[in-house]
C-alpha cells in the first residue's frame, strides 16, 4: 500500500525500528510499501541505487532500505561495494519513549575508489539502523536473520547530479575495462 497524495514520510528513528524494521525482521506487514529490500552492500555504489529506486524520497533527498549485513566472523561487517566503501563514522543508541535501548543508528560516509585505488571522501552518507536483541523484541528464533537486517536512510547531501553522473562514469569506465579485460 502507497502512502495518499501530499503524505510525507519522515519518521523518527523510534518509529522506523518498532514499526518497520522489527516488523521486517518478524515477518509482518508493514505499515506502508515505502521502504524495500535492496543490496546496500554488493555492486552498485550509491548514486546507482538511489537514482535507480522509484520510491526515493526526491523533495527530502533521503532513500529508505532494508539490507542484509556481509558479515565476516563474528562481530565483523563488510560494507564495501564495487565503487568503495562505506565507512563509520560514529554510533548512537536509539531508545523508546518509556527509556528502553532498542536500537543503533550508525552514521556512516562513502567514499570512492580512485583509478589508482585510493578512497576519497563523496557527499554520500547513510545511517544504518539496527535491532539492540532481535530476540527480545519478539522476533522470530532464527538469531542470523535478525542480525543481519538492517534498515538504510542514504543521503545525497550535494544534491548535485552532476557530481554523481561524473563519479558513475568513472567507475563505468573501469569496470568496462576490467570487464573487457576478463573476455
Known amino acids: 500500500m502507497l ?26 506487514a508493514l505499515p506502508c510499501d515505502i521502504i524495500h529490500d535492496c543490496e546496500v552492500y554488493g555492486k552498485n555504489p550509491p548514486w546507482e541505487i538511489f ?8 523533495t527530502e533527498n533521503k532513500l529508505y532500505v532494508f539490507t542484509t549485513l556481509n558479515k565476516i ?5 563488510s560494507r564495501t561495494t564495487a565503487a568503495g566503501t562505506w565507512h563509520l563514522s ?6 523508546d519513549a518509556d527509556g528502553n535501548h532498542i536500537g543503533f543508528n550508525k552514521m ?6 580512485d583509478d589508482f585505488g585510493i578512497l576519497k571522501k563523496t557527499s554520500w552518507t547513510m545511517h544504518e539502523l539496527s535491532l539492540v536483541d532481535a530476540l527480545s523484541l519478539s522476533a522470530p528464533t532464527n538469531q542470523q536473520c535478525c ?3 538492517v534498515l538504510c536512510v542514504i543521503y545525497n547531501l550535494s544534491h548535485k547530479k552532476d557530481e554523481d553522473a561524473a563519479a558513475a562514469k568513472m567507475c563505468l569506465k573501469r569496470s568496462s575495462s576490467s570487464t573487457v579485460a576478463a573476455e
Not at 90 to 95: C, L, P, Q, S
Request: hydrophobic content about 25%; overall charge positive; aromatic content about 12%.
Open 73 to 77: 566472523g563474528n562481530n565483523r561487517v
Open 51 to 58: 537514482y535507480s529506486n522509484p520510491q526515493q524520497n526526491t
Open 90 to 95: 560514529n554510533t548512537k543508541k536509539i531508545y
Open 108 to 113: 556512516l560516509s562513502f567514499k570512492q575508489k
Open 3 to 28: 502512502p495518499p497524495g501530499g503524505w510525507r514520510f519522515a519518521p523518527f528513528d523510534e518509529e522506523l525500528i518498532k514499526d518497520y524494521l522489527v516488523k521486517r525482521v518478524r515477518g509482518d
Open 147 to 149: 542480525n543481519n537486517v
